[in-house]
């Protein structure tokens, strides 16, 4: 009944990442627009899918993978060191604001 052959297995990996992502990191994404999150979300869902087609889920699965090398050195280094924003709070905010070049002033509008 059960079964992880299809591409279904990837549809839910990769949905599940995306969830966790959005409750867990939601808050760095607050002024991103609602197309651009879902068209990331869509992009990243066809990418991992092709490449499962193509390539083999192996593959597909070592890609998804090493996606998780880039956020820490983001988030655990390069945000921190060169830019002094904490890259798990996004704090001080006026410093992430200007580092997404958002709007610092959220309250005029």
């Known amino acids: 009944m059960w ?9 839910a ?7 966790l992502g959005n409750i867990l ?9 609602k197309l651009r999150r879902v068209g990331k979300y869509l992009l990243t869902l066809l990418i991992v899918c092709c490449i499962s087609v193509f390539l083999g889920r192996i593959v597909s699965m070592i890609l998804l993978a090493s996606l998780i090398i880039p956020v820490l050195l983001v988030h655990g ?27 610092k002033d959220i309250f005029s509008k």
Request: hydrophobic share 30%; aromatic share 22%.
């Open 3 to 11: 079964t992880t052959e299809s591409l279904w297995f990837e549809i």
């Open 13 to 19: 990996l990769v949905s599940i990442i995306y969830a």
């Open 25 to 33: 990191m939601g808050h760095f994404e607050e002024r991103t627009p």
């Open 77 to 103: 280094y390069y945000l921190p060191k060169k830019k002094g924003i904490n890259g798990w709070t996004g704090e001080p905010k006026s410093k992430y604001y200007e580092f997404r070049k958002w709007d």
